[in-house]
T-cell receptor, first 115, second 115 residues
């Protein structure tokens, strides 16, 4: 069975500072990896995903994530935080062993951006 | 515009009543999903459907029922047997449930409050 751990349920950064949101997965085979963002009382929007190929993935709104197999991690980063980045971020995985497209989500990280 | 619609945005019901949440997509996706979101718990899968007239239980199906009579529609009924129905409900779709590399697209959600 696969699982996802997001370290830190709340992260606070200053505007212009680096954003780092952590995600580690547990799976016998490296899964497909996703980051979603959710603004208050809205649905989830895909930021980026890793399936195959280059391990550094660029997404929307200046975010990127790097798949590190040796560390079973897929941390999300952004060089300079904006106020508009304040939201909840979810890491998710799905199996790449023919097990279908059922996503397993982490518990989320609430990002706060301060002036 | 292609997308997923959920209605209503907010729903209030008395305890003991069944309630049906609507989900419609015009993305021509085969797979559809229902998730429940509670604070600090991420998203949990209730039901999913790969094709019309077929659906499978997710991790927390007890107290819920679904139907898939049309490709574009996947309504969720929260029955009186669901012990704690107050939550935010999210509907999603993806091109194909068989391949884990495809991302899921989410609707705006329905916030259900049962008193």
């Amino acid at each position: 069975a696969q699982s996802v751990t997001q370290l830190g349920s709340h992260v606070s950064v200053s505007e212009g500072a680096l954003v780092l949101l952590r995600c580690n997965y547990s799976s016998s085979v490296p899964p497909y990896l996703f980051w979603y963002v959710q603004y208050p009382n809205q649905g989830l929007q895909l930021l980026l995903k890793y399936t195959t190929g280059a391990t550094l993935v660029k997404g929307i709104n200046g975010f990127e994530a790097e798949f590190k197999k040796s560390e079973t991690s897929f941390h999300l980063t952004k060089p300079s935080a904006h106020m508009s980045d304040a939201a909840e971020y979810f890491c998710a995985v799905s199996p790449n062993t023919g097990g279908g497209n059922k996503l397993t989500f982490g518990t989320g990280t609430q990002l706060k951006v301060e002036l | 515009d292609g997308g997923i619609t959920q209605s209503p945005k907010y729903l209030f019901r008395k305890e003991g009543q069944n309630v049906t949440l609507s989900c419609e997509q015009n993305l021509n996706h085969d797979a559809m999903y229902w998730y429940r979101q509670d604070p600090g718990q991420g998203l949990r899968l209730i039901y999913y459907s790969q094709i019309v007239n077929d659906f499978q239980k997710g991790d927390i199906a007890e107290g819920y029922s679904v139907s898939r009579e049309k490709k574009e529609s996947f309504p969720l009924t929260v029955t009186s047997a669901q012990k704690n129905p107050t939550a935010f409900y999210l509907c999603a779709s993806s091109i194909d449930i068989a391949a884990g590399a495809y991302e899921q697209y989410f609707g705006p959600g329905t916030r259900l409050t049962v008193t």
